[in-house]
């Protein structure tokens, strides 16, 4: 199956610092990528969906100027945590798709990314 | 609202055997459901996709039934082994006019398998 990669796979930063994470399609391009978190013993949270040299869509009560979302490239897309607060520490995983949103192509997820906010 | 429920919530089985895992969804205009495995602190990883059309779907040792009339799925694991300890998440997409999809997660089964 396809591959997509995410950077780091884990990263401590302290409260009011700033932290990106990078997402990748090592094998085929990304018209669209999602991005979610996930809280312990919790399902995955939509935060934002994103075409490929367009906005991305945020999910209601994501804020988008905490939350930067890059997908300049149809292989890489970034997500930015601006102002970090320890409540924004989570598992962020990113998601890959050949189509755009909305097709009915398969979704590939990365291995995640740990954010851990002191 | 469209929403997906798994049953149980976690189990524990010994290695060897079998088990059933339940999802059950009120997502419309259906669309396809999906099973993940997440391993944990890794993302998800397809195990098998249905659409409205199919009622079952193997993988392996993986099989995935799909009742659309009920609205039900399971996934269904035979001999179990110590690396299917896992969480296994239920997707279930609609499909609206236009072509528009939205996935809605279930919240998973906590599977543990023990020697």
């Known amino acids: 199956g396809a591959v997509v990669s995410q950077h780091p796979s884990r990263v401590i930063c302290k409260s009011g610092t700033s932290v990106k994470i990078e997402c990748r399609s090592l094998?085929?391009?990304?018209?669209?990528m999602f991005w979610y978190r996930q809280f312990p013993k919790k399902s995955l949270m939509l935060m934002a969906t994103?075409?490929?040299?367009?906005?991305?869509?945020?999910e209601q009560g994501v804020e988008k100027d905490k939350f930067l979302i890059n997908h300049a490239s149809l292989t890489l897309s970034t997500l930015t945590v601006t102002s970090a607060h320890p409540e924004d520490s989570s598992f962020y995983i990113c998601?890959?798709?050949?189509?755009?949103?909305?097709?009915?192509?398969?979704?590939?997820f990365g291995p995640g990314t740990r954010l851990t906010v002191t | 609202k469209n929403q997906v429920e798994q049953s149980p919530q976690s189990l524990i089985i010994l290695e060897g055997k079998n088990c059933t895992l339940q999802?059950?969804?009120?997502?419309?205009?259906?669309?396809?459901l999906r099973w993940y495995k997440q391993d944990t602190g890794r993302g998800p990883v397809s195990l098998t996709i249905?659409?409205?059309?199919?009622n079952t779907k193997s993988n392996g040792r993986y099989t995935a039934t799909l009742d659309a009339d009920t609205k039900q799925s399971s996934l269904h694991i035979t001999a179990s082994q110590l690396s299917d300890s896992a969480s296994y998440i239920c997707?279930?997409?609609?499909?609206?006019?236009?072509?528009?999809?939205?996935?809605?997660f279930g919240t998973g089964t906590k599977l543990q398998v023990i020697p």
């Open positions: 998601s890959a798709r050949e189509g755009l949103a909305g097709s009915s192509y398969e979704q590939y």
């Open positions: 994103s075409n490929e040299g367009s906005k991305a869509t945020y």
């Open positions: 999802c059950n969804y009120t997502v419309s205009p259906f669309s396809n």
């Open positions: 094998d085929f391009q990304a018209t669209t």
């Open positions: 997707v279930v997409s609609a499909r609206y006019s236009g072509g528009y999809q939205k996935v809605t």
């Open positions: 249905m659409t409205f059309s199919e």
